[in-house]
């Protein structure tokens, strides 16, 4: 709706959606941070995502940014237990 301001007389931009109660969300209100995105990815390696969050995900997330969150976190998972193979095998192999 475009209505005239009243300070200025210049035309006012409005959502268009306002009379039916309905109020638009900005693209960067709806988009999830990385540390929503990383949260759930590390509730979802352990379990324990509640279902709220789930929805959250589903609505305002990018599946490419799940999936590149996820692919870290197992190159990191990975990389942490095969350290700590290395470690304890450094610390019990016999020295000759």
């Given at each position: 709706m475009r209505t005239y301001g009243a300070d200025s007389g210049r035309l006012d931009d409005t959502d268009r959606?306002?009379?039916s109660g309905s109020f638009k969300v900005s693209e960067e209100q709806k988009k999830?941070?990385?540390?929503?995105?990383?949260?759930?990815?590390?509730?979802?390696?352990?379990?324990?995502?509640?279902?709220?969050?789930?929805?959250?995900?589903f609505r305002h997330g990018r599946a490419r940014d799940f999936i590149?969150?996820?692919?870290?976190?197992?190159?990191?998972?990975?990389?942490?237990?095969?350290?700590v193979v290395q470690l304890v095998m450094s610390v019990a192999a016999?020295?000759?």
């Open positions: 959606s306002a009379e999830l941070s990385f540390w929503q995105v990383l949260g759930s990815v590390t509730s979802s390696f352990l379990g324990v995502q509640k279902n709220e969050r789930r929805e959250r995900d590149m969150v996820g692919v870290l976190l197992t190159m990191v998972f990975v990389l942490a237990v095969w350290g016999p020295t000759s």
